[in-house]
């Protein structure tokens, strides 16, 4: 506890809670549309396509807009674009305190768009925490940020009772006091100390267009005017959306795209976080596919592994300090793929099946946490991009897995290929990363070193 304290102690403690409030609240009102679909879809009589439109907007959102707000970290006080974030969040609990009636479907559709700027909230919460640490706590200090996933327990937990006796629209209006806790915080507690560049304007202009943008895109799509309807239609929305956003980015950020270690980590966040979002938006179906579990003891074991994924993140990134980040990615990546293909190859019994879904989680919350305690040391000057790069692919696989599930269950009945699919990509991700850690173990001790170069320069101890 003592050594926890000194590492706390060597930076800026109170904005790094600032930022763990800041996405905590985020990631809550990213997924409230998941844990409340049933409630909404009764009364607006929505297909099953249409509610699983209706939670993929909001994880596909908040995927695509961190790029563009990360690309506006760049050239912004992270503390700044904190507030707009969490103002633009409160907007779809706003709306449905001040509408006079229930929205229609493609009026949700828009306001889930909103609801994923909270989740986008990962692209200036994590880079904002760590700018105020140095680089030998990175790990530990952008896993106890990023352990604001574990918001999504809130989800499960708190929202739900409130709907079935006060309905969907005031369970999400209670979501209101926890954006203003978020915001008082970061307004006097926050503060960011990266450097800054670029145009805040053309940054601005980006963010908003690309929010417009989607809003538009979902709303088109909705309307069948994309040309296609149906799980094309939903398996489309990614690409026309990251292409669009990838656009608004300088020539000069994009060039980025052409480094074999961006799309390493692409690859390792879909999988790590991917997997975490996505098999907690899908979780509850498996178990009650599987088990037959009834449906309330379902998204309360969703709960326990959204809370123990969180939790275990400040850790994964704690471990990445001690025996390097390469090497904790392969354990996590390693560990995913044997539950994967225990599921893929085998039927588990109810017992094995939960135990193995627990381990699942717990190398999620490893992998999260490894993760980005070499981001920030691979691209220190574009941390904040790249945190935002990173994040989308992590959002975009979360939005896939319980789209790829759904589709082999169906036409396989059961769940064996998908799984199988998962494998392979855990697998290839650890193959890669085991290519690469010789040198990003290297890039590491070299950044982690120069602070203490920079004391003995100037005469400190």
């Known amino acids: 506890m003592r050594r926890f304290l000194a590492l ?64 506006l970290y760049q050239a912004l006080d992270g503390r700044r674009i904190a507030l707009m974030g969490i103002l633009l969040s409160a907007v779809t609990p706003l709306f449905l305190l001040l509408a006079p009636a229930t929205p229609d479907f493609s009026t949700l559709l828009v306001l889930g768009v909103f609801l994923g700027v909270g989740g986008a909230s990962f692209a200036v919460a994590l880079p904002m925490a760590g700018s105020g640490y140095p680089a030998r706590v990175q ?83 909705h309307a069948g005017l994309l040309g296609v309807s149906g ?118 019994i109810k017992s094995e099946g939960l135990v193995a879904l627990f381990a699942l989680y717990v190398c999620f919350g490893i992998g999260n946490g490894a993760t980005f305690q070499i981001v920030p040391l691979r691209w220190s000057e574009r941390r904040g991009l790249m945190t935002g790069l990173i994040g989308a692919a992590g959002g975009i696989g979360g939005f896939y897995l319980p789209v790829v599930l759904g589709m082999v269950k169906q036409a396989t009945s059961s769940y064996h290929a998908g799984f199988a699919l998962f494998a392979g990509l855990a697998v290839t991700a650890a193959i890669l990363v085991h290519a690469r850690a010789r040198r990003w173990m290297a890039a590491t001790q070299s950044a982690c070193a120069q602070p203490a170069l920079r004391e003995m320069a100037l005469g400190g101890d």
């Open 231 to 348: 799980h094309p239609a939903v398996l489309l929305l990614p690409v026309l959306g990251l292409g669009f956003v990838l656009m608004l980015l300088p020539r000069a950020h994009r060039r980025v795209l052409g480094e074999g270690d961006a799309w390493v980590f692409f690859l390792v966040y879909a999988v790590t976080f991917g997997g975490f979002v996505g098999m907690s938006a899908y979780t509850s179906l498996l178990l009650i596919a599987l088990y037959h579990i009834p449906k309330v003891e379902a998204g309360l074991f969703m709960a326990t592994l959204a809370f123990t994924g969180a939790t275990v993140r400040p850790l994964g990134g704690h471990l990445a300090d001690r025996v390097g980040g390469p090497r904790a990615l392969r354990y996590a990546l390693s560990g995913i793929a044997i539950v994967d293909l225990m599921f893929a190859l085998l039927s588990p």
């Open 8 to 71: 706390m102690q060597s930076g800026d403690w109170r904005s790094l809670v600032a930022s763990f409030l800041y996405f905590d609240t985020g990631f809550t009102v990213w997924l409230l549309f998941g844990p409340l679909a049933p409630y909404i879809g009764r009364p607006l009589h929505l297909s099953p396509a249409a509610a699983g439109l209706l939670v993929a907007v909001p994880v596909l959102s908040g995927a695509l807009l961190r790029v563009p707000l990360g690309y």
């Open 139 to 221: 790990g530990l200090v952008l896993g106890l940020a990023a352990a604001g996933n574990i918001g999504a327990v809130l989800d499960g937990i708190l929202f739900p009772p409130l709907a079935r006796h006060y309905g969907w629209q005031t369970a999400m209006i209670a979501v209101l006091p926890f954006l203003a806790l978020a915001a008082l915080a970061i307004r006097f507690w926050g503060r960011d100390y990266a450097p800054k560049s670029g145009s805040v304007a053309r940054a601005l202009v980006g963010f908003f267009g690309s929010l417009v943008f989607l809003a538009v895109l979902v709303t088109a799509d």
